[in-house]
């Protein structure tokens, strides 16, 4: 089959280089650089370094040619894994420049993974250019990021957030750069709506009284995610907690929490010593899903929800939120990064608002009109916090009482109209508008690298400058009052 967007033959493909999370794996950089690999394999070559801690498979390289031609119906697919112990480091990667000549190095996932290639950046864009599938989580503006920013030729930024960022950051620099807006996409044949006339409905029903042991449960919150700090876990169950409380004991015992996440992690807390502590179970049915599922299980679990939840203080995007629209399930979340693009606020005209440095985002509540398919959570304290480096970012904080809020706005909701939002949900992440399904993100990531290859310019192999006082690293863009 030729007919696939951008198909290009093999032997006429430019090679890339991609440098992230194993695309075997389930993480969420994982997920998406599968979706991507597999969405332009007709138009380039993929040579992966996958990376994971202690990966189990390091020292091996794996092809997945074939899989790739039999998921996509081309016939001469080149995509081969090489997993490793780590992202990389330079030693590797001029090895693998000379080995397998790449086109170009294409990397995901947040800088502070990177800095060991960035410092070895003149000589590798001295032949080929870099490009970057980029995030940041939140203001004030990363200053400190502008030097990585410098290092790379292309900029594709997953939300509307970390394409301002990017350009207020590099300041003027920025039109030497390519720097496009590059949105998650996801696949609508892996999440779609499971509804009672759906030939699927009686697996739904099955694996609904499968996972919930309360036969009794009419209404399902949904959470799927890391534990870990950033992502809240403590404060979702206090949230459903209060949730429960505000409805009343009988009605909170036909509703149910499930958190498809590790009940217990390092990074995190200890759920299990959360849930016992603050909930009577008497009412409050919580109930985590911690084993591997596939994705036809995931998109039942979205599909068994009523509402899926996201409250972290910190967020590029929020991967389980898409996916649950493209299922046609209403959302919960925290307005912070990425997670505001899903939500899709609009301004007086009804455009679906941008952002820029008198308005840089909407976490303070500047916007209230936002898609049907949403409850959105306006933080209820911006605070600063950072380390060495990464010196400062907001930490969006939303109040567990609001959340309970926006939860019961959404069990308020006729099963008709909970239906009905969710599926304006799907009819938005598919749509041109949005750009957020897995075929419109692919033509994406293909336009862009095109349009990166024609413009790239080998860097020369030094320059000079003259010395003089250090610029200032100073935030250009509103704090307050916008």
């Not at 390091?58 to 016939?75: C, H, M, P, V, Y």
């Not at 390519?178 to 694996?207: A, E």
């Not at 509703?255 to 498809?260: D, E, G």
């Amino acid at each position: 089959m030729t007919d696939k967007f951008g198909y290009i033959p093999k032997d006429e493909r430019k090679n890339v280089l991609l440098l992230c999370d194993d695309i075997r794996m389930h993480s969420g950089i994982a997920t998406m650089a599968r979706e991507f690999v597999v969405g332009t394999a007709q138009h380039f070559n993929w040579f992966q370094v996958g990376a994971a801690l202690q990966h189990p498979d390091a020292g091996k390289t794996f092809d997945l040619s074939q899989d790739i031609n039999n998921r996509t119906g081309i016939t001469d697919a080149s995509v081969k894994v090489m997993p490793n112990n780590g992202y990389g480091d330079t030693t590797l990667i001029r090895r693998l420049i000379k080995q397998e000549k790449p086109d170009a190095i294409f990397i995901f996932t947040d800088p502070r993974y990177w800095t060991w290639l960035f410092e070895i950046e003149r000589e590798i864009r001295s032949q080929i250019p870099i490009m970057w599938l980029n995030i940041w989580d939140d203001y004030p503006a990363p200053m400190y990021n502008k030097s990585y920013y410098n290092s790379v030729d292309v900029l594709m930024a997953i939300s509307k957030q970390t394409k301002n960022i990017n350009e207020l950051v590099l300041g003027e620099e920025a039109k030497n750069k390519l720097i496009k807006y590059v949105p998650h996409g996801i696949n609508s044949n892996d999440f779609f709506p499971i509804t009672k006339d759906h030939k699927l409905y009686p697996d739904l029903v099955k694996f609904k009284q499968d996972t919930i042991p309360n036969k009794d449960v009419e209404f399902v919150v949904y959470f799927n995610s890391r534990n870990i700090n950033r992502k809240r876990p403590g404060d979702v169950i206090l949230s459903y907690k209060f949730f429960c409380d505000r409805i009343g004991k009988e009605a909170a015992k036909k509703c149910a929490l499930v958190m498809h996440t590790a009940a217990v992690d390092q990074n995190g807390t200890d759920l299990r010593a959360v849930k016992e502590a603050l909930t009577d179970p008497e009412y409050v049915n919580i109930y985590f899903s911690q084993a591997k599922i596939n994705t036809a299980q995931m998109n039942m679990m979205y599909n068994m929800a009523d509402v899926t939840m996201l409250i972290s203080s910190n967020e590029g995007w929020g991967l389980s939120l898409t996916e649950s629209m493209m299922a046609g399930t209403m959302i919960v979340g925290a307005v912070t990064g990425g997670m505001q693009d899903q939500m899709r606020f609009e301004d007086g005209n009804g455009n679906w608002v941008d952002f820029s440095s008198d308005f840089p985002s909407n976490h303070r509540g500047t916007i209230k009109q936002c898609g049907d398919w949403v409850e959105p959570v306006f933080p209820s304290n911006i605070s600063l916090t950072g380390s060495p480096s990464t010196p400062y970012i907001f930490d969006d904080r939303v109040s567990s009482e609001d959340v309970a809020i926006a939860l019961e706005k959404v069990y308020n909701l006729s099963t008709e109209e909970r239906i009905k939002n969710g599926l304006k949900g799907r009819e938005w992440v598919t749509s041109d508008e949005s750009q957020m399904s897995a075929n419109t993100m692919c033509k994406n990531i293909i336009e862009v690298m095109d349009e990166g290859f024609k413009t790239f310019k080998p860097r020369p192999s030094f320059e000079i400058h003259k010395a003089g006082p250090r610029p200032l690293k100073k935030v250009t863009h509103k704090l307050t009052g916008y």
